[in-house]
T-cell receptor
Framework: KAGVTQTPRYLIKTRGQQVTLSCSPI?????VSWYQQTPGQGLQFLFE???????NKGNFPGRFSGRQFSNSRSEMNVSTLELGDSALYLC??????????FGAGSRLTVL | GQQVMQIPQYQHVQEGEDFTTYCNSS?????IQWYKQRPGGHPVFLIQ?????EVKKQKRLTFQFGEAKKNSSLHITATQTTDVGTYFC??????????????FGQGTILTVHP
């Protein structure tokens, strides 16, 4: 059974640019969550999607957005990148019970 | 929102020594989960505790949920170098407002010296 797949694994952007990260959940999992991990703030919840609907959102500015497609794949977008957006972005899928299976993450560096 | 405090932040042990990390909340929890993240890796689910006073074991790992459901601990007996990593506890609020949302403790970074 394939795990959670995130692409790209690494990327470097400059301030002001935007970035789109992709996540393919475990087959059959309809819930996809996104987290930001930084050394200073730890693991912080961004948002959760289920059946193409955002059901929950964390305390991040509107520059952070996401969506989910009919095949449960999800993308998150960060616009107008800031230096502080440098982080490991983790996607997690769940069958719905809040037990999360994380992907390997996308490591974003903003210069 | 709900918060959980995790201590210690760092723990250095000699291989073969025991290790314990603790999580505490000021409010009663519906459940608590534990995850492990290896250096350079991603969090991996270890276990979920739901019942008051629950104790679960996975080989050398023992997980406990307090009687008041406000604290939890993870104890590793006779650590090995493969135990190196960061251990996180995580809580969810329960109900519809917590979909996919876990609040993680700051984690305990375990270093094991051979």
């Amino acid at each position: 059974k394939a795990g959670v797949t995130q692409t790209p694994r690494y990327l470097i952007k400059t301030r002001g640019q935007q970035v789109t990260l992709s996540c393919s959940p475990i087959s059959g999992h309809r819930s996809v969550s996104w987290y930001q991990q930084t050394p200073g703030q730890g693991l912080q919840f961004l948002f959760e999607y289920f059946s193409e609907t955002q059901r929950n959102k964390g305390n991040f500015p509107g520059r952070f957005s996401g969506r989910q497609f009919s095949n449960s794949r999800s993308e998150m977008n960060v616009s107008t990148l800031e230096l502080g957006d440098s982080a490991l972005y983790l996607c997690a899928s769940s069958p719905g019970a809040n037990v999360l299976t994380f992907g390997a993450g996308s490591r974003l560096t903003v210069l | 929102g709900q918060q959980v405090m995790q201590i210690p932040q760092y723990q250095h042990v000699q291989e073969g020594e025991d290790f314990t990390t603790y999580c505490n909340s000021s409010t009663t929890l519906s459940n608590i989960q534990w995850y492990k993240q290896r250096p350079g890796g991603h969090p991996v689910f270890l276990i979920q505790l739901v019942k008051s006073g629950e104790v679960k074991k996975q080989k050398r790992l023992t997980f406990q949920f307090g009687e008041a459901k406000k604290n939890s601990s993870l104890h590793i007996t006779a650590t090995q170098t493969t135990d190196v990593g960061t251990y996180f506890c995580a809580i969810s609020g329960g109900g519809g407002t917590s979909y996919g949302k876990l609040t993680f403790g700051q984690g305990t970074i375990l270093t094991v010296h051979p």
